[in-house]
């Protein structure tokens, strides 16, 4: 195991440390999610570097390598600072940010988490909206790195791959809309885009993809740990939900001009 590397990586989140000090923790490419200690992480000069969703060039150096290490780094993408203005974007990117940081395992390489946060905060400047499919299907595939994917191909009941609607919360397996009749109310809907379907993004169906992914991550991801879920993810839930049931507020955010 190396003692040293140097790399871009996503500000997952950071924690005072000392007098001026942070632990900083970051999600890599090659080696997942690692911590280190940044010297001054917690001065005014710093402390906008080390903020969730910003991207760096991040250098680690420690004597052991199964130390803390001394962590240093350079702005590349300040997606913190972008987000400010925005509050579905800032909610979007702090409930990625604790959900990296909480469920993935330490030092481990989680490559296709690491470039589908990569891709979502690149779309965040442009329109939150827009970029929540990608993020609730960054959250399918979360669940499928620790182990719990969704089986969506088929109907879990008739074999069938036309017409799924809905997703069984106990299998995490998709039913056609027929084979769901008689259970249709115990059931997750299924949003479309989760299944390829283009066509723009709707409130709507992404509170639902927000509920199907949140059950399944609730339950598996955090079943065991104490508060369950991070306060984030709930936070960014609400405001979608908010966005749903209010048509003014989604007519806004779609043409903010």
Known sequence: MSTEWQGPAIVLGARPHGESGAVVTLLTEALGRHAGLAKGGASRAQSALWQPGNLVEARWVAR???QLGALSAE???PAASLALEDPLALALLASACALAEAALPEREPHPRCFQGLLALIAQLPA???AALPDYIR???E???ELGYGLDLARCALTGGVEDLAFVSPRTGRAVSAVAAEPWAGRLLPLPRFLLGQSGPPEAGECLAGLRLTGHFLARDAFGDRPGG???ARGLLQDRV???AASPQA???LSDPS
Do not use: C, I, K
């Open 64 to 66: 052991l390598p199964d």
């Open 75 to 77: 702005l590349v993408h």
């Open 127 to 129: 329109s939150a909206l």
């Open 138 to 140: 960054w959250e399918a």
């Open 142 to 144: 979360l669940l499928t």
């Open 229 to 231: 879920l991070p306060a």
């Open 241 to 243: 939900a908010r966005l």
């Open 250 to 252: 989604l007519a806004a």
